[in-house]
C-alpha cells in the first residue's frame, strides 16, 4: 500500500507537467504569440494576411503559385516574380509595403525597398543573423565564403 502513494504523485507530477507543456506548446506558441506579434505589427501600422492556426499563409501561397503557373511570361522580360512569387506582388498591393505574413508559425515582414534592405542587413547589432544551411548544401557546396558568419 505504501507503494500505491509514491506512484499516485509521480502519475499527478507527470500529468502536471504534461498539462504545463501543451500549454506552454499550443496556447502559447501557436495561438497567443502570434496573435500578439500580429496585434503589435498591426499598431505599427504593418498589415497583412492574418495567421491561421499552424498553417499561416502557406495555404495561400500555395493557392497563388498554383494559380500563377498557368501564367505565361515575356521571354525578354527579366521580371519573373509574377511567375515564382505571386504572393509578394498580390499582398503588396493589398497590404502596402511593408507587410507581414507567415510562414508557419514563424513571422515575416517583406520590404521592397533597396535602401531600407541594405540598412537592416548591415547592422552590427547581432539581431539578422544567418541561419544554418542544411546539411544536404554543405555536402554539395562547402562552408565557402558565403556561409560564413563573422570570424570562423
Request: hydrophobic residues 45%; proline residues 7%.
Amino acid at each position: 500500500m505504501a507503494f500505491l502513494v509514491p506512484l499516485a504523485a509521480l502519475v499527478a507530477l507527470l500529468a502536471a507537467a504534461a498539462i504545463a507543456w501543451l500549454w506552454d506548446y499550443a496556447v502559447v506558441r501557436l495561438v497567443w504569440r502570434p496573435y500578439a506579434i500580429g496585434k503589435e505589427f498591426r499598431g505599427q501600422g504593418i498589415h497583412g494576411p492574418p495567421y491561421k492556426f499552424v498553417r499561416g499563409s502557406n495555404d495561400d501561397i500555395k493557392a497563388m503559385k498554383e494559380e500563377a503557373e498557368g501564367l505565361v511570361l515575356d521571354v525578354h522580360d527579366h521580371n519573373h516574380l509574377p511567375r515564382i512569387a505571386p504572393h509578394y506582388l498580390r499582398w503588396r498591393a493589398q497590404y502596402g509595403e511593408p507587410f507581414l505574413y507567415w510562414f508557419g508559425t514563424k513571422p515575416r515582414i517583406c520590404i521592397f525597398d533597396y535602401e531600407l534592405a541594405r540598412q537592416i542587413l548591415s547592422s552590427k547589432s547581432g539581431h539578422f543573423l544567418k541561419t544554418d544551411p542544411p546539411s544536404t548544401l554543405l555536402d554539395v557546396v562547402g562552408k565557402g565564403l558565403a556561409l560564413l558568419d563573422g570570424i570562423d
